[in-house]
């Protein structure tokens, strides 16, 4: 995240919920992760990473455009 795209108090308050951030596997998907190869793992924790980031770019249109509205 550049300064030059998105004001400080935006990336202030996404550090902020990074830190904060849990997230729920269930065990049926714990168990599909560990029949997968070595080789597919790092694919599949790429396709995890790729859907937070997609969500938390959601998220940050969302409340840049809440605050222009306000």
Known sequence: ???ETHPAWLMAQS???RA????YV???RLRAF???SYAQRPQGVERCSHFV????AAMTQ???AQRIGA
Not at 20 to 23: F, V
């Open 15 to 17: 550090e902020d919920a």
């Open 20 to 23: 904060q951030r849990t997230y």
């Open 53 to 56: 980031r997609m969500a938390q």
């Open 26 to 28: 269930s065990d049926e």
């Open 34 to 36: 560990g029949q997968l």
């Open 62 to 64: 969302a409340i840049s």
């Open 1 to 3: 995240m550049s300064t």
